[in-house]
């Protein structure tokens, strides 16, 4: 929150505009509230005409802080709606209704707002229930099917790198064996996709899996334990819950 002297109006110009100045190096200070002390420094020393549009003091600095992650926050988030970007916005606007109607629509929530059921363990329910609720539209907040598209055109693009790293030593060796790594974050991505979308996840891995056979000839099963390789590496699920996912992942057959 900006703190605007009380005496603004007394101090000497250069006073003025040293507090400019330290406002233009605190990272902290909004575009709003770097907006409100340029008008106040400008009635104080009394060309209010020129409020908001005076030029910042050390104009680069303030530029490289509103064009930084912070600043770029802060533009997003410009109509407000309590400094969420347009994104988080839209998601809290669909939750706020689903709540509203968990918590007030539903006689047997409903009552538990009167004091005698207001208990620890009486909130906790409730609690539980908004967040399952969250957790089961998971797929109104995340954009499953263009994330998919994205993890697959990830994976293959690992995979042609590793590839072509390796192209020269399968010839000269004359043998069929495959290096297929994954880069940590391309790994992070597809098992999280996997934990949280596990149906369409098994579908990316079929196109993966083909797709991988049409462009090497890499056999389907070779490719799916070159995915849960590179998931043992840098995944969440424990050992038996990957292999018991991957077990239902029936290689593609291979066309002839």
């Known amino acids: 929150m900006l703190m605007k002297p009380t005496d603004l109006d007394r101090l000497h110009p250069n006073e003025i505009t040293r507090w400019l100045d330290n406002l233009a190096d605190d990272d902290t200070v909004t575009t709003r509230d770097?907006?409100?002390?340029?008008?106040?420094?400008?009635?104080?020393?009394?060309v209010p005409e020129a409020g908001p549009d005076r030029?910042?003091?050390?104009?680069?600095r303030v530029e490289a802080r509103q064009r930084s992650y912070q600043g770029v926050g802060e533009a997003m988030?410009?109509?407000?709606?309590?400094s969420l970007s347009p994104g988080a916005a839209e998601v809290r606007d669909r939750f706020a209704v689903d709540f509203q109607h968990t918590l007030f629509d539903r006689p047997d929530l409903r009552k538990r707002w009167t004091l005698r059921h207001r208990s620890?363990?009486?909130?906790?329910?409730?609690?539980?229930?908004?967040?399952w609720s969250v957790g089961a539209n998971l797929d109104q907040i995340v954009p499953t099917e263009s994330l998919g598209n994205t993890v697959r055109a990830a994976v293959i693009h690992d995979f042609t790198d590793s590839i072509e790293m390796f192209a020269e030593e399968r010839v000269s060796e004359g043998?069929?064996?495959w290096h297929l790594n994954l880069m940590p974050s391309v790994a992070k991505t597809l098992d999280w996709y996997i934990r949280c979308f596990p149906g369409e996840a098994h579908s990316v891995i079929g196109e993966i899996q083909s797709q991988a056979h049409k462009l090497w000839q890499v056999p389907a099963a070779d490719t799916l334990a070159a995915l849960q390789s590179a998931l043992s590496l840098d995944g969440e699920p424990t050992e038996q819950q990957r292999e018991t996912y991957f077990a239902l992942l029936e290689p593609h057959t291979d066309p002839s």
């Open 34 to 46: 770097w907006t409100v002390a340029q008008y106040a420094a400008a009635v104080a020393l009394g």
């Open 55 to 60: 030029e910042a003091p050390d104009t680069p």
């Open 77 to 82: 988030s410009a109509d407000d709606r309590n």
């Open 120 to 131: 620890k363990e009486s909130v906790a329910e409730v609690a539980d229930r908004l967040a």
């Open 175 to 177: 043998i069929q064996w």
